[in-house]
């Protein structure tokens, strides 16, 4: 059983930045897929960005490219999120992820969950 728990949400305002980070329990940790998803109000959860184990390839949502990155640090089994120039539509509850595997494309299966932290972004 993985534990996920993310921190550094908060409120920040349009075109300012915020790094995530979410602590896994795992010692397995450098073999999982580490990913984000956020959720908007009264939207679906969506995916934004996920990193293969390992030195594996990055990948994220076409809306994130160039604003966001995702890294890991294995020995802390520790995952980021970097967001800059972040817009208020951006505005939702951002879950950290895990998935066993490896994946090749911009999208994941998360067989783990955090409990989510809130992101919010003024206008």
């Known amino acids: 059983q993985v534990q996920l728990v993310e921190s550094g949400g908060g409120l920040v305002q349009a075109g300012g930045s915020l790094r995530l980070s979410c602590a896994a329990s795992?010692?397995?940790?450098?073999?999982?897929?580490m990913g984000w998803f956020r959720q908007a109000p009264g939207k679906e959860r969506e995916f934004v960005a996920a990193?293969?184990?390992?030195?594996?390839?990055?990948y994220y949502a076409d809306s994130v490219k160039g604003r966001f990155t995702i890294s890991r640090d294995n020995a802390k089994n520790t995952v980021y999120l970097q967001m800059n120039s972040l817009k208020p539509e951006e505005t939702a509850v951002y879950y950290c992820a895990a998935e066993s595997g490896f994946i090749t494309r911009a999208t994941m299966t998360p067989g783990y969950w955090g409990q989510g932290t809130q992101v919010t972004v003024s206008s």
């Open positions: 795992d010692r397995t940790f450098s073999r999982y897929v």
């Open positions: 990193k293969n184990w390992g030195g594996g390839s990055a």
